[in-house]
T-cell receptor, first 114, second 115 residues
Framework: AQTVTQSQPEMSVQEAETVTLSCTYD???????LFWYKQPPSRQMILVIR??????QNATENRFSVNFQKAAKSFSLKISDSQLGDTAMYFC???????????FGQGTRLTINP | EADIYQTPRYLVIGTGKKITLECSQT?????MYWYQQDPGMELHLIHY???????EKGDLSSESTVSRIRTEHFPLTLESARPSHTSQYLC??????????????FGEGSRLTVL
């Protein structure tokens, strides 16, 4: 079965610090896509960053970057210079190429403290 | 912000009532999904659709039903609500294109409380 595991249920850091959220996944496929989604309190879930498995270069979106280790099936999210607005639930997810459904992890609740 | 809308945002009803949660998107997306999420917990896919007149059950068994008569509309119905249905319901949509696989656009959610 395809699974996504986020081993950190909750994390808390001070504003401006860097924080890394962990994610591991399990698939027997070679071509797939990985995602981090952000769900702020009482607001819409939005896509933060996306990584294609065939790309060796780690994706970056402003303060957000990933560390994609394909052999280890690891996909961590690094948030640099964290801001209060980064406080949210973060979900790791993946989908095999051509598959029908996204597989989500359990989520990590991240709190940025002033 | 994404053009996908859910109503009502909050609903408190009594046991046995019939309810319909509405979801509409203006992006012309073929794929639409319903997820159930308890507060601060993981998402569970309960229904999905790949186009008009196409609906499938998701990974989590649900007593709810859905319909897809129009591309933009994907309502979820509970014929007889029970306290165990209390949860947040998230609607999402995506394009049916390879390079956008997995990119979901979510609504703000409908928080249902059944007394």
């Amino acid at each position: 079965a395809q699974t996504v595991t986020q081993s950190q249920p909750e994390m808390s850091v001070q504003e401006a610090e860097t924080v890394t959220l962990s994610c591991t996944y399990d698939t027997s496929e070679n071509n797939y896509y990985l995602f981090w989604y952000k769900q702020p309190p009482s607001r819409q879930m939005i896509l933060v960053i996306r990584q294609e498995a065939y790309k060796q270069q780690n994706a970056t979106e402003n303060r957000f970057s990933v560390n994609f280790q394909k052999a280890a099936k690891s996909f961590s999210l690094k948030i640099s210079d964290s801001q209060l607005g980064d406080t949210a639930m973060y979900f790791c997810a993946f989908i095999n190429q051509g598959a029908q459904k996204l597989v989500f992890g359990q989520g990590t609740r991240l709190t940025i403290n002033p | 912000e994404a053009d996908i809308y859910q109503t009502p945002r909050y609903l408190v009803i009594g046991t046995g009532k019939k309810i319909t949660l509405e979801c509409s998107q203006t992006m012309g997306h073929d794929k639409m999904y319903w997820y159930q999420q308890d507060p601060g917990m993981e998402l569970h896919l309960i229904h999905y659709s790949y186009g008009v007149n196409s609906t499938e059950k998701g990974d989590l068994s649900s007593e709810s039903t859905v319909s897809r008569i129009r591309t933009e509309h994907f309502p979820l119905t509970l014929e007889s609500a029970r306290p165990s249905h209390t949860s947040q319901y998230l609607c999402a949509s995506s394009e049916h294109l390879p390079y956008t696989e997995g990119e979901l656009f979510f609504g703000e959610g409908s928080r249902l409380t059944v007394l």
